[in-house]
C-alpha cells in the first residue's frame, strides 16, 4: 500500500538504561548491530515510562541513576515482568552491590569498563535461557503501551483483559499497530484492510474505527484519536492528549 511506511515491533526490544548518552549510543548502536531494536533511557523514571510502553524483551541497566536507584527501578521492573531478563552495569566491583542487584532480580552483571562483544554475548545468552529470542523473531506481536496484540492467534489484550474483535476489527487495529503515531486516511485503510475502493467507503471506515474504539477505549484513557480532515492514528495513552 502506497503512502504507508513504519517499523514493525517484532524484532527483540532492548531497554538501555544509562545517564551518559555516549555509552547509551554506543550500547544502542551495539544492540542494532546484532539485530535487536534498542530503546535508550536517561533515567529511571523514564525507562519504567518506556519499558511500560515498547514491553521489552531484555533490559541493560545501569547500577546509578540520577534520580532512582538502579536497584529501585530494577525491582519494579520485576515488580511487572518477573522473568525479563536484566543486565546490570556497574561502577562499583565489589561483591555486596553485586549480591544486592542478583537478589533483586538482576539475571547477570557486567562492571565497567566492559567490551561490547561481552555485553552482546552476555544479552544473547539470558535471551537464549528466557526462550526470547526465537520467538520474537516471528513478528507476530505488536504492544502499544497496555495494548498487546498476537498476529499468530489473533488475539487482542489491554490492560491484561482479553479482548473479542471481529475479524475486520483485528485487521483494522494491525494496521494501525503497524504504523503507531502515524496518521492514515480513510483511502489508506480501506484499500489495506478492505483492498477495495468503492462508494460508502469512507463511512465504512467511520463505523469500524467507532466499534474498535468501543472495545478498545471503552472506560479506559482512548488511544485511537480522528485526525479531523486527515484521518485516524493509534498513540500511547502518555501521547494521546
Known amino acids: 500500500m502506497a503512502g504507508i511506511s513504519g517499523t514493525r515491533s517484532g524484532r527483540v526490544r532492548v531497554l538501555i538504561v544509562d545517564d551518559e548518552p555516549a555509552l547509551t549510543e554506543v550500547l544502542s548502536v551495539a544492540v542494532t548491530e546484532a539485530g535487536w ?7 529511571g523514571q523514564s525507562a519504567l515510562r518506556i519499558a511500560r510502553g515498547c514491553a521489552p524483551h531484555a533490559v541493560v541497566l545501569d547500577g546509578m541513576l540520577p534520580d532512582l536507584d538502579g536497584i529501585q527501578v530494577l525491582r519494579r521492573l520485576r515488580y511487572e515482568n518477573p522473568k525479563l531478563p536484566v543486565l546490570m552495569l556497574t561502577a562499583r566491583d565489589t561483591v555486596e552491590h553485586r549480591l544486592d542487584g542478583l537478589d533483586s532480580g538482576a539475571d547477570d552483571y557486567v562492571t565497567k569498563p566492559f567490551s561490547l562483544e561481552e555485553v552482546v554475548l552476555r544479552l544473547r545468552g539470558l535471551l537464549r535461557r528466557a526462550g ?8 507476530s506481536v ?26 475486520k476489527e483485528f485487521d483494522l487495529l494491525r494496521l494501525l499497530l503497524n504504523h503507531p503515531r502515524q496518521v492514515l486516511s480513510k483511502a489508506q485503510i480501506l484499500d489495506h484492510v478492505w483492498s477495495s475502493s468503492f462508494d460508502g467507503g469512507g463511512n465504512l471506515v467511520e463505523v469500524y474505527i467507532s466499534s474498535l474504539r468501543r472495545k478498545i477505549d471503552k472506560g479506559r ?11 485516524y492514528t493509534i498513540r500511547p495513552v502518555e501521547e494521546g492528549r
Do not use: K, N
Open 37 to 43: 531494536r534498542p530503546y535508550p533511557a536517561g533515567d
Open 221 to 231: 484513557a482512548p488511544m485511537i484519536h480522528t485526525v479531523r480532515g486527515t484521518g
Open 142 to 167: 505488536r504492544v502499544l503501551g497496555d495494548l498487546v496484540l498476537t498476529g499468530e492467534t489473533r488475539e487482542v489484550h489491554r490492560a491484561g483483559q482479553q479482548l473479542q474483535l471481529t475479524a
Open 132 to 139: 526470547t529470542e526465537h520467538s520474537a523473531a516471528d513478528d
